[in-house]
């Protein structure tokens, strides 16, 4: 499902160059859950946003579904990106001014041709999450652990083949965070592949594997 072979990030501030990843080799196999660990600074961040094709590497690769997803231009990353992974993020990143339907359905906003029952998926996918009688309400009208289970249903609205979580436990309290990391889980036993980044050790341990990454070079690769 996913590998990256060498692959180097190197940015220059100042007269500096912070190595973000330094040679990072992994794989990652359909269906696996996976956590990111490590200390602020250690390059958690900038491999997130490789594998979610926020970024490119200065050298070596990426491939997704067997497709080296380094090698696309913005175009094609950002049409891959919207098909293929969805993001869950420790702030939510719903829009104020919508309500939980419209939320949901953003995705759609960016898709090329019919959009194959967008619609009645996100329907399905609120009822899942316990909220179906929350359709109507705009965030401001939600709890913490409402807000992250419609971002979990728009990052999963378009069946990616990669959800990709940061933090998404980290502004919610213990019960809302413990909710969440249990639908987490329930959508991993579903078959879906999770690569969540996290520096809390118990929520690390909730995964399958944790890879461990400390001044962008990959420190230790541990399976349960």
Same mark, same amino acid.
């Given at each position: 499902?996913?590998?990256?072979?060498?692959?180097?990030?190197?940015?220059r501030v100042g007269?500096?160059?912070?190595?973000?990843?330094?040679g990072v080799n992994f794989e990652i196999p359909a269906g696996q859950f996976t956590a990111i660990v490590g200390p602020s600074g250690s390059g958690k961040s900038t491999l997130l946003n490789m594998l979610g094709c926020l970024d490119r590497p200065d050298s070596g690769r990426y491939y997704l579904e067997d497709q080296d997803v380094s090698a696309f231009d913005d175009e094609r990353a950002s049409d891959f990106r919207n098909r293929r992974i969805g993001f869950v993020f420790q702030s939510f990143h719903l829009l104020p001014r919508l309500n939980v339907l419209e939320n949901v359905l953003l995705p759609r906003r960016f898709l090329r041709g019919p959009d194959d029952g967008l619609e009645a998926r996100a329907l399905q996918l609120l009822e899942r999450m316990g909220l179906s009688r929350h359709l109507a309400h705009r965030p401001n009208q939600l709890s913490g652990g409402q807000m992250q289970r419609v971002a979990i249903a728009r #990052? &999963? =609205?378009?069946?990616? #083949? &990669? =959800?990709?979580a940061d933090e998404p436990t980290g502004n919610l309290d213990s019960r809302s965070a413990a909710d969440v990391l249990a639908l987490i889980e329930e959508v991993h036993a579903a078959g879906q592949t999770v690569v969540l980044v996290t520096h809390d050790t118990d929520v690390a341990a909730r995964a399958q594997r944790q890879l461990g990454i400390r001044d962008g070079s990959l420190e230790f690769d541990t399976a349960h």
């Open positions: 499902m996913v590998r990256m072979e060498a692959v180097t990030r190197h940015y007269g500096q160059v912070i190595k973000a990843l330094d #990052a &999963l =609205l378009m069946q990616p #083949a &990669l =959800l990709l």
